[in-house]
């Protein structure tokens, strides 16, 4: 829906007052948003942030930028040590694609995250979306941030709708640039205001619209609130070959040598050795109870996506 039929300049302008206003006295104090963050603090926890709640980030990020201040850091050290770090967060192709854009920004821009969109975009693994998101956050750039969480609130305030469509729409970018704020500073703090309120207020389950500063404006309410035109699919995970995976990932994080192949698929006890450090991931994995076909599907596709070698007969994490 254009903007100009239905919102005029003053409309918009009240649309930004109150949201802007809202995120500034309710918005949650992370290190990513405190001016003395780095251009990297900023890039890493974009990365970090997908798909992926902030309560799950938030150590990981601390720890990651305690551990690699910046890019050169990274850099410096084998890709095996970004997955390991990763921990737990999850779908950890994200941290070979962190330590490629750190040896990318060394090797190409002198070791400093390069502050415009077309230049992140050109970083190894970083998208539309958090180029961006980097170029606006990081270096206050007038940028076209759309997430999940502004996609919502746009659908809703806007559109009237309960959803937006499944997949991203050019009407969808459309409409979020003709909500930007003309002025570099106030689209910067637009941008982080709807991302903010899509995660705290208007949730994709149960928005909380007692609580929204634009309540009296919201399309959707004012339709009487329609339920979604489609139910989201949730990803499976127990009994997957997502859940295996992760649980071989675990028992490589934590081994200090080379996993045996057979130590995947037989227990500890039954192979007459103990396990090198890995005795506790290596049990949670077993208790899977995978086929292994199901366990020989996972251990190939760590090899295929880089997140794991064979080194002197056994896998271990990349060097």
Known sequence: MPVGPSLNRDALASLHARITDWFAETARDLPWRDAGCSPWGVLVSEIMLQQTPVVRVLPVWQEWLSRWPNPAALAGEPAGE?????????????????????????????????????ELLALPGVGSYTAAAVAAFAFGRRET???????????????????????????????????????????????????????????????????????????WIAAGEPPPSYIPKGQAWH??????????????????????????????????????????PLSALHRLNCGPEQLDRALAGLLTDGLAELHQGGYRLPA
């Open 82 to 118: 970004a997955v390991r770090l990763w921990g737990r967060l999850g779908y950890p192709r994200r941290a070979l694609r962190l330590h490629a854009a750190a040896v990318a920004i060394v090797r190409d821009h002198g070791g400093t995250v390069p502050g415009t969109y077309t």
């Open 239 to 280: 009994g997957t070959d997502r859940q295996v995976r992760g649980a071989v990932m675990a028992v490589l994080r934590t081994a200090e040598n080379p996993v045996p192949p057979e130590m995947f698929h037989q227990e500890p006890a039954d192979l007459g050795f103990a396990p090198d450090g890995v005795a506790v």
């Open 145 to 219: 941030v759309v997430d999940t969480n502004i996609r919502r609130v746009h659908a809703r305030l806007i559109s009237g709708v309960a959803l937006p469509s499944p997949s991203l729409t050019a009407s969808e970018m459309r409409l979020a640039a003709e909500l930007l704020p003309d002025d570099d500073g106030a689209s910067v703090h637009w941008n982080a205001a709807v991302m903010e309120l899509g995660a705290l207020v208007c949730t994709a389950r149960v928005p909380k619209c007692a609580a929204c500063p634009v309540r009296n404006s919201c399309a």
